[in-house]
């Protein structure tokens, strides 16, 4: 099996300092977060080749990705998140999933977008809860 390559197009574009600036969540059943929930906004989180992790965190459980390698997913079609990434001001965006050496990253497989980069350059993360986050960089 082929070592994972770093640095597939538009991979360096998630590297770097991001605070959230926002929060979506689905208009329909019942859910443990609100739009632009308190509990995350203005966290920071760090993305770089080495690993993914949120910033300043006291919570010993938060997730942290050892080794992340980005899978650059096909274009969406009628996606399920689409009503929350026009929420948040993303109408189009390229998708990625992630995939950790070690630890982990948010409630999904290396087959599920995780990472929504837009056109002008900001970032959705699909979260726990239901939660779609919307970075931006520091």
């Not at 982990?104 to 290396?110: A, L, M, R, T």
């Given at each position: 099996?082929?070592?994972?390559?770093?640095?597939?197009?538009?991979?360096?574009?998630?590297?770097?300092?991001?605070?959230?600036?926002?929060?979506?969540?689905?208009?329909?059943?019942?859910?443990?977060?609100?739009d632009d929930d308190p509990s995350f906004m203005g966290r920071r989180l760090s993305f770089s080749h080495d690993q993914l992790a949120w910033k300043a965190s006291t919570d010993s459980t938060e997730d942290v990705c050892k080794g992340p390698v980005f899978h650059e997913l096909p274009a969406m079609t009628g996606a399920e998140l689409e009503p929350q990434l026009h929420k948040l001001g993303i109408e189009k965006a390229v998708r990625y999933s992630v995939e950790c050496k070690?630890?982990?990253?948010?409630?999904?497989?290396?087959?599920?977008p995780a990472f929504f980069l837009a056109q002008d350059g900001s970032l959705a993360l699909s979260w726990y809860d239901g939660g779609l986050l919307k970075l931006v960089r520091d």
């Open positions: 099996m082929d070592a994972p390559k770093h640095d597939q197009p538009g991979e360096s574009a998630l590297y770097g300092s991001w605070h959230v600036a926002g929060v979506a969540v689905s208009d329909s059943g019942v859910q443990a977060l609100g070690s630890g982990s990253w948010g409630p999904f497989d290396k087959e599920t």
